[in-house]
């Protein structure tokens, strides 16, 4: 299986599993992402809007975690969790 299909197979589990979340409700309370309005650092420098995960125990549902797919930048996550 090539990388294509790899990482279309994993965007669809991770959909299918977003979807059904959802429907149990655990779209809040338990995971869950928020968005980061913009706003200018000390520097001067503008940061854009973005969003993020809500905090919990665990870096392995990051979106910068290996394997993990951020739907707000498109890019699959590539850091190894510590915790």
């Known amino acids: 299986m090539g990388i294509k ?3 279309a ?3 669809a589990l991770l959909i299918i599993g977003s979807a059904a979340a959802e429907a149990r409700g655990g779209g809040r ?3 869950g992402s928020h968005s980061i309005r913009g706003h200018f650092r000390s ?3 503008y940061v854009a809007p973005s969003g993020a995960r809500n905090p919990n125990r665990t870096q ?3 979106y ?3 394997g993990n797919y ?3 930048s498109g890019r699959i996550g590539t850091k190894t969790p510590r915790y």
């Open 43 to 45: 520097s001067g420098t």
């Open 64 to 66: 910068g975690t290996r």
């Open 60 to 62: 392995f549902d990051n």
């Open 9 to 11: 197979a994993t965007i």
């Open 70 to 72: 951020n739907p707000y």
């Open 29 to 31: 309370s338990s995971g």
């Open 5 to 7: 299909a790899v990482v």
